[in-house]
């Protein structure tokens, strides 16, 4: 079936890097999404990855994708007391409107 | 600003009543899709209409209802709730462009806190 699994705390020092990761089931899976939900907000797209890529760089954050381990990084480079926030992970299949998400990491920063 | 916007914010309620909750998506998006999180349950989707149909169902219950009207703006219906049903309700819209060599984004509102005491 579909699934998309993610830790559910990440503990980091401010300054350091941060790596949350994913792994999905479904092999068809088109674009995989990264968003961000802070404190009392709505979610917000982060980045996404288009499944034939391994890499996406966009300023701090570098999303890796294994295809063929279905696992799916984000790095957060330089983390800031900002970047506090539950990150969700999230797969498309092809054709499908769907979004299968995962249950979301909580970032938290030590200073 | 996703360019969504949710009403109300917050909704107080108590058991064995009906709320509805609305959404406005972005000017020009026809797919919105409507979401519950709990502390227990995460982000579960719920249903998705798109330029009026409904077009995918996922964890909802019979006693929840939704429907896009012709102006694209949404409304979810939750009837006899239960303390149960307290959860953030997120709308979220999306282009939904043909061909599928952008990826269908999903721009989420701010949410309707729902408290059923």
């Known amino acids: 079936g579909e699934d998309v699994e993610q830790s559910l705390f990440l503990s980091v020092r401010e300054g350091d890097s941060s790596v949350i990761n994913c792994t999905y089931t479904?092999?068809?899976?088109?674009?995989l999404y990264w968003y961000k939900q802070e404190p009392g907000a709505g979610l917000q797209l982060l980045t996404y990855?288009?499944?034939n890529m391994d890499m996406k760089q966009d300023q701090r954050l570098t999303v890796l994708l294994n295809k063929k381990d279905k696992h799916l990084s984000l790095r957060i480079a330089d983390t800031q007391t900002g970047d506090s926030a539950i990150y969700f992970c999230?797969?498309?299949?092809?054709?499908?409107?769907?979004?299968?998400w995962g249950a979301g990491t909580k970032l938290i920063i030590k200073p | 600003d996703s360019g969504v916007t949710q009403t109300p914010k917050h909704l107080i309620t108590a058991t064995g009543q009906r709320v509805t909750l609305r959404c406005s998506p972005r000017?020009?998006?026809?797919?919105v899709y409507w979401y519950q999180q709990s502390l227990d349950q995460g982000l579960q989707f719920l249903i998705q209409?798109?330029?009026?149909?409904?077009?995918a169902k996922g964890n909802i219950l019979e006693r929840f209802s939704a429907q896009q009207f012709p102006d694209l703006h949404s409304e979810l219906n939750l009837s006899s709730l239960e303390l149960g049903d307290s959860a953030l309700y997120f709308c979220?819209?999306?282009?939904?462009?043909?061909?599928?060599?952008?990826?269908?984004?999903?721009?989420f509102g701010p949410g309707t806190r729902l408290t059923v005491l």
């Open positions: 979220a819209s999306s282009a939904d462009v043909g061909g599928r060599r952008v990826p269908d984004t999903q721009y």
């Open positions: 000017s020009g998006d026809l797919s």
């Open positions: 209409y798109y330029n009026g149909e409904e077009r």
């Open positions: 479904d092999s068809s899976s088109t674009y």
């Open positions: 990855i288009f499944s």
């Open positions: 999230a797969e498309s299949m092809g054709g499908n409107y769907q979004l299968i």
